[in-house]
């Protein structure tokens, strides 16, 4: 595997450790603040976060600094108008949808893009080999072991957070689509922008904010907005030029994995053999499909 691929699977591997270790945040941070008023807070936020590192860091880039041609600037707002949009589709329908499903459902369902992503890909002819496949049964097995405490059953909350994971599949693809040929940072500070300013009418026309409860979702949002947004989204951006979007999923979906293990080291939560044993089945499906193929005898 080459250094490039390396460094982006390790950027992946942050980026789902940030987002498994910011759910406790998102839920303090609704107890206060309704869906589409924190998604819009968190997402311009973010979006004004990056800036200032955007320039700092083109202060720290050695290179001589590069004037974007007209059609460079097109491809960079197209690219992250299409990432709002499927963001703001994807957190929208996953915050509706926990209203009325389980927590542990929503997380396993939200994780099944480890699958939709390479079924969207076999419509635009990529193919993907049989181990992939392999690991990606054993995550997804791992998935349930770790997320359903329950009985089994479909309801509309579930239906809406099978929504949001096929709006985080296409978010994968199309930033598999358009990092490569622009700046990364960018073209994710863009995104918070157009996901925020989406959220805005919303937000207005179904809820209220009180000063009193910003102030008190303050902390959490925060933390959502410049950790789980402006640095992990990025990141992932940022990553998935040098790696695999179906790669990318796999990795992605360990957020389940640290979120579980946050709520064990952190909140004492205590995992059972069965959690223990899909986590276990998680990693073991990242590792193998990092093992380079063996080559065919000439």
């Not at 402006?230 to 979906?253: E, H, R, W």
Request: glycine share 8%; proline share 3%.
């Amino acid at each position: 595997m080459d250094k490039k691929r390396m460094r982006g699977n390790a950027m992946l591997m942050l980026t789902a450790f940030i987002w498994g270790t910011s759910f406790v945040s998102q839920a303090l941070g609704m107890e206060s603040i309704e869906p589409f008023t924190f998604n819009c807070i968190r997402n311009i936020i973010a979006g004004l976060f990056l800036i200032p590192c955007i320039k700092f860091l083109e202060k720290l880039s050695h290179e001589e600094k590069k004037v974007m041609t007209k059609d460079e600037k097109k491809y960079l707002l197209k690219g992250g108008i299409v990432c709002g949009i499927f963001l703001f589709a994807g957190s929208t329908l996953q915050q509706f949808g926990i209203l009325y499903t389980s927590v542990g459902k929503a997380g396993f369902i939200t994780a099944l893009y480890v699958i939709i992503v390479p079924i969207l890909g076999l419509f635009m002819k990529r193919k993907v080999s049989a181990k992939i496949w392999g690991c990606m049964v054993f995550a997804v097995v791992g998935l349930y072991l770790l997320c359903i405490n329950e009985t089994f059953t479909i309801n509309i909350g579930d239906l809406l957070v099978l929504g949001c994971a096929f709006a985080f599949a296409l978010h994968i693809i199309v930033i598999d689509k358009y990092s490569p040929n622009t700046d990364g940072v960018k073209m994710s500070c863009v995104q918070f922008f157009v996901c925020g300013i989406l959220s805005i009418l919303p937000s207005i026309m179904f809820e209220s904010l009180t000063f009193s409860d910003l102030i008190k979702g303050i902390g959490p949002l925060l933390y959502s907005a410049i950790l789980s947004s402006g640095v992990a989204f990025t990141l992932q951006i940022v990553a998935q030029k040098d790696t695999d979007p179906v790669i990318a999923s796999l990795i992605l979906c360990l957020e389940s994995v640290f979120a579980a293990l946050a709520g064990w080291v952190v909140l004492k939560q205590i995992l059972s053999t069965k959690e223990l044993l899909g986590c276990c089945l998680m990693f073991a499906a990242i590792v193998i499909s990092q093992l380079p193929d063996k080559k065919k005898a000439v």
